[in-house]
T-cell receptor, first 110, second 114 residues
Framework: DADVTQTPRNRITKTGKRIMLECSQT?????MYWYRQDPGLGLRLIYY???????NKGEISDGYSVSRQAQAKFSLSLESAIPNQTALYFC?????????FGPGTRLTVT | AQSVTQLGSHVSVSEGALVLLRCNYS??????LFWYVQYPNQGLQLLLK??????LVKGINGFEAEFKKSETSFHLTKPSAHMSDAAEYFC????????????FGQGTTLQVKP
């Protein structure tokens, strides 16, 4: 089984809808991250968390919120989706020296 | 602040030719550097990492990278390209804080021609 899983893997939604992307990990890491990938821009950090009570904004947090339900679960929400949030979203966990990525969620906002 | 620049958004090589993907970084502290590969419709897989040990780092699938402090570079190489190497490659630097977060370059798409 994969160490970092993301659901759904693909989602098409309409402008203004609320959507949640979920991430679970079995690696036992405290640190978890949400990134978005856009062509030509690489990956950019949205939010990160060190534990259930420690959540921090990344460089592009506007329009997003997160919830750390447990050490193993970290969810990303788009409260009111807009087309420029169409992207590939990755969850990751890390040790001090290495990050482990999930398979990604491809989100399309129409 | 840290930053990463990957020179060339697309690189095309013939099968069997040398692969060279360029990465330059900026960091105010000794950097930890990474190369990740993303195959089509997949997540990111770590190829190799530099964490202040040997400057020549060997990774998976025959890739290696050399840390050159004087040039602030961490270029990725492979002596002989295979068709299966076609993918997108990302260079990243770990942010100087203790957050563990990564700063990524823009990515380089490697095309391998038969």
């Amino acid at each position: 089984d994969a160490d970092v899983t993301q659901t759904p893997r693909n989602r098409i939604t309409k402008t203004g809808k609320r959507i949640m992307l979920e991430c679970s990990q079995t690696k036992g890491h405290d640190r978890m991250y949400w990134y978005r990938q856009d062509p030509g821009l690489g990956l950019r950090l949205i939010y990160y968390s060190f534990d259930v009570k420690d959540i921090n904004k990344g460089e592009i947090s506007d329009g997003y919120s997160v919830s750390r339900q447990a050490q193993a679960k970290f969810s990303l929400s788009l409260e009111s989706a807009i087309p420029n949030q169409t992207a590939l979203y990755f969850c990751a966990t890390s040790t001090d020296y290495e990050q482990y990525f999930g398979p990604g969620t491809r989100l399309t906002v129409t | 602040a840290q930053s990463v620049t990957q020179l060339g958004s697309h690189v095309s090589v013939s099968e069997g030719a040398l692969v060279l993907l360029r990465c330059n970084y900026s960091s105010s502290v000794p950097p930890y550097l990474f190369w990740y590969v993303q195959y089509p419709n997949q997540g990111l897989q770590l190829l190799l990492k530099y964490t202040s040990a040997a400057t020549l780092v060997k990774g998976i699938n025959g890739f290696e990278a050399e840390f050159k402090k004087s040039e602030t570079s961490f270029h990725l190489t492979k002596p002989s390209a295979h068709m299966s190497d076609a993918a997108e490659y990302f260079c990243a630097v770990r942010a100087s804080s203790n957050t563990g977060k990564l700063i990524f370059g823009q990515g380089t798409t490697l095309q391998v021609k038969p």
